[in-house]
């Protein structure tokens, strides 16, 4: 089955602790995001790339950290200079030239 | 630049009764615009994406929404409300061509009364 993964489901961190979040795609997908879900504040964009090796800045890049060193994984790093990190976190990828993004199932963070 | 307005965080309906989500777009190019729907603790899900062409786009689970460009509006819509329907729905714009960096509104969460 196609698709997009991500885990952990459930994470749980330490306040001043990095933790990384995973995401992988078997869509042969060329761009990749990450997004944070708060209520009521829709998604707001994290980081994205477009291709391997490259990746840019979101909206709300400040304390998160990512790379992209293979065309199916775009691991995010929350960092412990993340001010407010609890929340869900959605990975999502398209295909180059397409309009939609397909997303993954989310993981939720919560710091202790 | 582009931004997403979603009219009512909240919306009730009761099993059976259409159901109207309202979402108005901002664009200074012709947009892309889509629907998606959220059930709790999940990914979002395409329900329906308009590009070009038709205005009227059908989309999944019998959902419809209309592209009026004169009222910058994408409503979605959908005849009869099933208990199913009840998630979190999200409108998005996207501009045409090059990276198409998506907006999203802030969700309005359908309750579904039986």
């Known amino acids: 089955d196609g698709g997009i993964t991500q885990s952990p489901k459930y994470l749980f961190r330490k306040e001043g602790q990095n933790v990384t979040l995973s995401c992988e795609q078997n869509?042969?997908?060329?761009?990749m995001y990450w997004y944070r879900q708060d209520p009521g504040q829709g998604l707001r964009l994290i980081y994205y790339?477009?291709?391997?090796?490259?990746?840019q800045k979101g909206d709300i890049a400040e304390g998160y950290s990512v790379s992209r060193e293979k065309k199916e994984s775009f691991p995010l790093t929350v960092t412990s200079a993340q001010k407010n990190p609890t929340a869900f976190y959605l990975c999502?990828?398209?295909?180059?030239?397409?309009?939609?993004?397909?997303f993954g199932p989310g993981t939720r963070l919560t710091v202790l | 630049a582009q931004s997403v307005t979603q009219l009512g965080s909240h919306v009730s309906v009761s099993e059976g009764a259409l159901v109207l989500l309202r979402c108005n777009y901002s664009?200074?190019?012709?947009?892309?615009l889509f629907w998606y729907v959220q059930y709790p603790n999940q990914g979002l899900q395409l329900l329906l994406k308009?590009?070009?062409?038709?205005?009227l786009v059908k989309g999944i689970n019998g959902f419809e929404a209309e592209f009026k460009k004169s009222e910058t509006s994408f409503h979605l819509t959908k005849p009869s409300a099933h208990m199913s329907d009840a998630a979190e729905y999200f409108c998005?714009?996207?501009?045409?061509?090059?990276?198409?960096?998506?907006?999203f509104g802030i969700g309005t969460k359908l309750q579904v009364i039986p």
């Open positions: 999502a990828s398209k295909l180059a030239g397409a309009n939609e993004q397909f």
């Open positions: 869509l042969n997908h060329d761009a």
């Open positions: 790339s477009q291709i391997v090796n490259d990746f």
């Open positions: 664009s200074s190019v012709p947009p892309y």
């Open positions: 308009y590009t070009t062409g038709a205005t």
């Open positions: 998005a714009v996207s501009l045409s061509g090059g990276y198409q960096k998506v907006t």
